[in-house]
C-alpha cells in the first residue's frame, strides 16, 4: 500500500518569505512523487515532479521540492512567496504503474 | 489541444435521482481516473478504466457507483438514487499508456460539483 501525509491543513507566510508546505510519504520500492495546486473551483494543475536523478527538483511559477530517501519527504518549497500562491496544495505519489494517491492537502494562505 | 473536459460543471440532483458525471479525456490519452474531493478529506480514488476496460475500481463503494469509458465516447460515472453524503467535487484525470513508465502524472478536468438536495 502507498500514503501520503501532508501535516499541516494550513500555512501562513507573508509575501516575499520562504514559504514551505510538507510531505512525507510511505511506499514500498522507488517512489514517483508529484505536487499539484487547486485553486478555488478548479482542476488540479501540476506542479512538478520526482523520478528519479537529482534530489532538488524544480517546477511552474518558482517552486520546488526536495527528495530526502531517508526522512521520506518530498517538501515543496519557494524562495518569495507570492499572494498569488494562495491555494490548496497536494502532494502524490505513485510506485510503477500504480494509481495516484493524494495526501488530503495543504492550504496555504499568503498575505500581502 | 483541449484537455480532460467535464460536464456538467455544477448539477443539482434531489434524493434518489441518479447523476451522470462525464468525462472526455485528453487527446492521445487512453486511461482514465474519477477522484472523489471532499472537505477535510483530499482526494479519494474511486476507479481507473481504459477504453472498456475497468482497471482498478477499489475506491468505488459497492452500491449505487458505476463506471464506465466506452469505444467511443466520453467517460461516464453514474451513481444511483443519491443521498446528500453524495454531495461532492467529482474530478477526472486522464494520462498517456503506462507504457511510459508510469513517470507521468496526471492531467485533471475542471470537475463535476454535485450538490444532492
Known amino acids: 500500500a502507498q500514503s501520503v501525509a501532508q501535516p499541516e491543513d494550513q500555512v501562513n507566510v507573508a509575501e516575499g518569505n520562504p514559504l514551505t508546505v510538507k510531505c512525507t510519504y510511505s511506499v514500498s520500492g522507488n517512489p514517483y512523487l508529484f505536487w499539484y495546486v487547486q485553486y478555488p473551483n478548479r482542476g488540479l494543475q501540476f506542479l512538478l515532479k520526482y523520478i528519479t536523478g537529482d534530489n532538488l527538483v524544480k517546477g511552474s511559477y518558482g517552486f520546488e521540492a526536495e527528495f530526502n530517501k531517508s526522512q521520506t519527504s518530498f517538501h515543496l518549497k519557494k524562495p518569495s512567496a507570492l499572494v498569488s500562491d494562495s491555494a490548496l496544495y497536494f502532494c502524490?505519489?505513485?510506485?510503477?504503474?500504480?494509481?495516484?494517491?493524494f495526501g488530503k492537502g495543504t492550504m496555504l494562505l499568503v498575505s500581502p | 489541444n483541449a484537455g480532460v473536459m467535464q460536464n456538467p460543471r455544477h448539477l443539482v440532483r434531489r434524493r434518489g435521482q441518479e447523476a451522470r458525471l462525464r468525462c472526455s479525456p485528453m487527446k492521445g490519452h487512453s486511461h482514465v481516473y474519477w477522484y472523489r474531493q471532499l472537505p477535510e478529506e483530499g482526494l479519494k480514488f474511486m476507479v481507473y478504466?481504459?477504453?472498456?476496460?475497468?482497471?482498478?475500481e477499489s475506491g468505488m463503494p459497492k452500491e449505487r457507483f458505476s463506471a464506465e469509458f466506452p469505444k467511443e465516447g466520453p467517460s461516464i460515472l453514474r451513481i444511483q438514487q443519491v443521498v446528500r453524503g453524495d454531495s461532492a467535487a467529482y474530478f477526472c484525470?486522464?494520462?498517456?499508456?503506462?507504457?511510459?513508465?508510469?513517470?507521468?502524472?496526471?492531467?485533471f478536468g475542471s470537475g463535476t460539483r454535485l450538490t444532492v438536495v
Open positions: 484525470a486522464s494520462s498517456p499508456n503506462p507504457g511510459t513508465g508510469g513517470e507521468d502524472g496526471y492531467t
Open positions: 502524490a505519489v505513485r510506485r510503477g504503474y500504480s494509481t495516484l494517491t
Open positions: 478504466l481504459q477504453k472498456e476496460n475497468i482497471i482498478d
